[in-house]
């Protein structure tokens, strides 16, 4: 069974750093691209980064590169996302995902995680 598990979300203040962590199980997903969406309030599901297990190739939201970092660790079958400079409306549910096709679009990807709340006061 394919587990995607995130953690690392949390409260924190603008301006603030945070490291999400997705540890994948159950299957190999080396041929897979990895992916982090987040949710808002009210709002779609928007695309934030992703990054291809074999290559470590990365694609971003372009309003989030330079803020949002995404990397693995292969070993740990784990991937991760480091997010900088925090702001307010960074604020959502953040998911893992994973899929064969390195998109935006969340269509593309097969798995997903229950996802991990952040929020970032002013």
């Known amino acids: 069974q394919v587990q995607l598990v995130e953690s690392g979300g949390g409260l924190v203040q603008a301006g603030a750093s945070l490291r999400l962590s997705c540890a994948a199980s159950g299957r190999t997903f080396s041929s897979y691209a990895m992916a982090w969406f987040r949710q808002a309030p009210g709002k779609e599901r928007e695309f934030v980064a992703a990054i291809r297990w074999t290559t470590g190739y990365t694609y971003y939201a372009n309003s989030l590169q330079g803020r949002f970092t995404i990397s693995r660790d292969n070993a740990a079958n784990t991937v991760y996302l480091q997010m900088n400079s925090l702001k307010p409306e960074d604020t959502a549910v953040y998911y893992c995902?994973?899929?064969?096709?390195?998109?935006?679009?969340?269509?593309?990807?097969?798995?997903w995680g229950q996802g991990t709340q952040v929020t970032v006061s002013s």
């Open positions: 995902a994973a899929g064969t096709g390195l998109k935006s679009g969340a269509w593309a990807y097969d798995y």
